[in-house]
């Protein structure tokens, strides 16, 4: 009898959970698909018919195709530089630790989790337009720093559960360093580079305060920046918000659900291990 009501409280707590998250989503689905007229009459009801001009003006006014291409060289080109120097500087310190510079260089790593961006804001900004750097460039850097933390954080842990013998035996049969990383190490992390490609995608794409502050040139505005504009501007038609606002949403939703099994996998493996 405990165990079923346990049950209950459980199932209950997530229903309640999903409705908190699946109404927005309605709503957004629903609207970006209504004329203004029927929005007006009811924000809840299903449209009439569906109306997709919507995300065809919205993508004229938010000039979708070219945030599209910024949002996308800035998340690919972060990603990689993440994952690159990520998966190396883990595999220096991981296998070096018992020396203080690498168990200091790890800490480092490890304390910049604990400092926001919004902490370091100001400085940020006059350095970068100090030498220039206030366009997508300066951004991708900034991406790439803030995200090796938490590549080095996790990789690291990972490394560890990896057995010295086998860089031994790949070293013994005459491969170099270099090789014996990217071609026998390297996929062994995979798990783990899925998971961190994912959560990082998922954080440079929908992120809106730093390319607010670094992007001067409207010219290299990401997709979350066009959304802010478009919203002041057109502020009052909420059908076309809310379409602009599922053709940022759809390109991530879409990388999560292919890759969304790795995300816990790859975590737990890594702290496990």
Request: glycine letters at 4%; hydrophobic letters at 55%.
């Amino acid at each position: 009898m405990e165990n079923r009501k346990q049950k209950y409280g459980v199932y209950t707590f997530i229903i309640i959970g999903a409705l908190f998250i699946l109404f927005p989503l309605y709503l957004t689905v629903v609207t970006s698909l209504k004329t203004p007229n029927e929005t007006a009459e009811s924000l809840l009801s299903l449209p009439s018919s569906l109306n997709f001009s919507n995300f065809l003006q919205a993508a004229e006014m938010s000039n979708y195709v070219g945030a599209f291409f910024n949002s996308f060289l800035i998340t690919t080109i972060s990603v990689v530089v993440i994952i690159a120097i990520g998966s190396i500087a883990s595999f220096a310190i991981a296998r070096n630790q018992d020396q203080v510079f690498y168990r200091v260089m790890y800490y480092f790593f490890v304390s910049g989790l604990f400092i926001p961006f919004q902490v370091m804001m100001l400085p940020l900004v006059q350095q970068l337009s100090s030498i220039g750097m206030m366009n997508k460039w300066g951004l991708i850097l900034l991406y790439a720093t803030y995200g090796l933390f938490q590549s080095v954080f996790l990789y690291v842990s990972y490394f560890r559960s990896i057995p010295r013998e086998i860089e031994d035996a790949a070293l013994i049969d005459g491969c170099g360093v270099f090789r014996m990383f990217w071609y026998i190490l390297f996929p062994m992390l995979k798990p783990m580079t899925v998971t961190l490609i994912v959560l990082n995608i998922i954080w440079i794409w929908n992120d809106f305060l730093m390319p607010l502050v670094i992007l001067s040139d409207s010219s290299d505005w990401t997709l979350p920046l066009m959304q802010y504009v478009f919203e002041s501007q057109y502020a009052a038609n909420y059908n076309l918000a809310f379409a602009s606002y599922l053709m940022v949403l759809a390109p991530v939703i879409v990388v999560y659900l292919f890759l969304q099994k790795h995300i816990i996998g790859g975590v737990s493996d890594g702290a496990v291990k």
